[in-house]
């Protein structure tokens, strides 16, 4: 199995940028298919973007699409989220999450088997 730890977190502006970081380590991080999950209190979790094991598609919910950018460098077994233009709706806490399905490419939190603990995001006004 896969262990995630979510960092880069904080308190920004709006119109403001931050960088989010999920570092893997276990099972061969280039064998995962990943993905960003964001939950605000008392809203269920939702979808931010994912990406293939190989990098090579990407899809995005369309609240961030324009704004957030996902990549991954399986060398440094770490994926990351790109966050600008941040708006207060973007407050929530941000999941990364694993699947050892490679090929896939999901907004859908049953398809990942592995999850951070969570890394907040407050965006004030």
């Known amino acids: 199995q896969v262990q995630l730890v979510e960092s880069g977190g904080g308190l920004v502006q709006v119109g403001g940028s931050l960088r989010l970081s999920c570092a893997a380590s276990?099972?061969?991080?280039?064998?995962?298919?990943m993905a960003w999950f964001r939950q605000a209190p008392g809203k269920e979790r939702e979808f931010v973007s994912a990406?293939?094991?190989?990098?090579?598609?990407?899809i995005y919910a369309d609240s961030v699409k324009g704004r957030f950018t996902v990549s991954r460098d399986n060398a440094k077994n770490t994926l990351y989220l790109q966050m600008n233009s941040l708006k207060p709706e973007d407050t929530s806490v941000y999941y990364c999450?694993?699947?050892?399905?490679?090929?896939?490419?999901?907004?859908?939190?049953?398809?990942?088997?592995?999850w951070g603990q969570g890394t907040q995001v407050t965006v004030s006004s």
């Open positions: 999450a694993a699947t050892s399905l490679a090929w896939i490419i999901s907004r859908s939190a049953t398809d990942f088997d592995y």
């Open positions: 276990g099972r061969t991080f280039s064998r995962y298919a």
């Open positions: 990406i293939r094991a190989n990098g090579g598609s990407t």
